[in-house]
């Protein structure tokens, strides 16, 4: 089995396999959250084509979608423990192409 280069350790989460701990830690908040009626519309690993004059070119995968009741708003959330160049390049063409805002939680 080949380990992360970045020390990243795969966890299950209700049934999920989230990337890292660092993941499924906030995936336990978000679904905490979710029971607590804070938020709503949870999508755990939501999908997006990524596109260049209308041609697809890769797909964007984020951790987390769901829509923040006290924000009035659906957030859009990637855990990073080592935000690379790659990750800020996928985030900043997703951004651009869907006009949403990603917001990267980290450890804390």
């Known amino acids: 089995k080949r380990k992360n280069k970045y020390g ?3 966890v299950k989460v209700n049934g999920f396999t989230c990337d890292s701990k660092l993941e ?3 995936y336990n908040k978000l679904l905490m959250c979710e ?3 804070e938020i709503k519309d949870l999508v755990f690993h939501p999908r997006f084509d990524a596109l260049v004059n209308g041609k697809k070119i890769g797909v964007v995968e984020l951790d987390f979608q769901f829509y923040d009741n006290a924000f009035n708003k659906t957030r859009y959330i990637d855990s990073k423990g080592v935000y690379t160049r790659e990750s800020k390049w996928k985030h900043k063409h997703l951004s651009i192409q869907e006009g949403i805002e990603i917001e990267i939680w980290r450890k804390k």
């Open 8 to 10: 990243a350790i795969k």
């Open 24 to 26: 499924a830690g906030h």
């Open 35 to 37: 029971k607590q009626g």
